[in-house]
């Protein structure tokens, strides 16, 4: 009987093992993206430019948009569900993004509109930290605004470095979200 017992409970262990590393797997991969450079800079930066993929598979022009970095690491921004970026992640387009300016360190990664409430939380609570316009209640994303469905909270994964100088072309054919060819770009 004995023996019995330690077998469950060895194989108890093992399955919680596998489960902790199957979870964290996807924030190890997503941060292996990014150099440190890249994350300092992240971290340290007001905007980052977003292009989504139209589709007949161009890019879209690359805007401007706040933004905060969760606590996974993964990028959380807040907008409009009726603006195109949001229409284009909601059907499943990836996220092209440049890093501090249209010129920065780009990344492809997978985006997704967030329905869990604590992510929403995140942005609501860190944009006025981050934004005095936020603070001051200008473009203040809320509870309310949310629920409501004025605006959307979107996560973004990093999931591929693009190459250094990658640009944005507006109309140009986006890169493949699984593209091999640009994940070991130079960092």
Not at 107 to 123: N, R, S, T, W, Y
């Amino acid at each position: 009987m004995k023996s019995i017992r330690v077998r469950h409970a060895y194989l108890l262990c093992a399955a919680l093992a596998l489960f902790a590393i199957a979870i964290a797997i996807p924030i190890v991969a997503a941060a292996d993206v990014l150099s440190s450079g890249d994350r300092e800079q992240l971290s340290n930066s007001s905007y980052i430019y977003i292009a989504t993929v139209r589709k007949d598979g161009n890019q879209s022009k690359a805007v401007p948009v706040w933004f905060i970095v969760g606590k996974d690491g993964r990028v959380l921004i807040e907008t409009s569900p009726i603006s195109w970026k949001a229409k284009r992640i909601g059907r499943g387009s990836p996220a092209l993004v440049w890093i501090g300016s249209s010129t920065g360190p780009a990344f492809i990664g997978k985006a997704a509109i967030v329905k869990d409430a604590l992510v929403q939380d995140e942005v609501i609570e860190q944009y006025p930290k981050k934004y005095t316009l936020a603070w001051i209640g200008f473009a203040r994303p809320s509870r309310a605004k949310i629920d409501r469905g004025q605006i959307v909270v979107i996560q973004i994964e990093p999931i591929n470095k693009l190459p250094d100088g990658f640009a944005s072309q507006p109309g140009t054919p986006a890169p493949a979200i699984d593209a091999s060819s640009v994940r070991g770009a130079a960092r």
